[in-house]
């Protein structure tokens, strides 16, 4: 698999199992396509301690653990009985590294930012009527900005455009 990125204390990985066949560093896509997969494994033994399907993998994608370490935010396939408009789409999924458990983030929500020091996922909107999760506190930001970065402590730093300029965010 692919190292992705370490919990905040260290104490796990999230690596990405991607089973789709190379050929001379082309990617070659079979039809529909084999599924990624997403491991938390202990670095201390190495010993896999949560595990969830559907991973949309491409090298970059989102993967970020919250502050305290539980839960993983990642990139997913949405399978399409949940979202029939849309059946290839793609999504935010929550894992619950204790339980096991995969939340699907609503589509309306947009892409997920980031984490902030209390626990609330920053995505990039909201659209009315979209719901969280049982469990999971989210704020949106007001922007669009396609590059936000967020501090261990819930400081936010964002890309806005000239028309945004005069807009902050705490």
């Known amino acids: 698999g692919e190292p992705v990125v370490f919990s905040p204390d260290g104490s796990l990985l999230a690596i990405v199992h991607d089973p789709t066949p190379g050929f ?4 070659v896509m079979p039809s529909p396509g084999p599924e990624a997969t ?3 494994v202990r670095t201390s033994t190495g010993e896999s301690v949560a595990r969830a399907g559907k991973v949309a993998w491409h090298y970059g994608t989102t993967i970020i653990f919250s502050p305290d370490g539980k839960r ?8 399409a009985m949940k979202f029939p408009e ?7 999924g929550i894992l619950d590294i204790a339980s096991g458990t995969v939340s699907v ?7 997920v930012r980031g984490w902030l020091a209390d626990d609330r996922l920053l995505v990039a909107s909201q659209a ?10 989210v704020t949106a930001l007001k922007g669009a900005a396609d590059t936000v970065a967020v501090s261990g402590t819930g400081r936010i730093a964002s890309g806005l455009s000239t028309d945004q300029s005069t807009e902050s965010s705490t």
């Open 24 to 27: 001379d560093g082309a990617l």
């Open 38 to 40: 997403l491991d938390i």
């Open 72 to 79: 993983v935010a990642y990139l997913m396939r949405i399978p």
């Open 105 to 111: 983030l609503d589509t309306g929500f947009g892409p």
């Open 128 to 137: 009315s009527g979209a719901q969280a999760p049982k469990g999971i506190s």
């Open 86 to 92: 849309q059946p290839s789409a793609e999504g935010f």
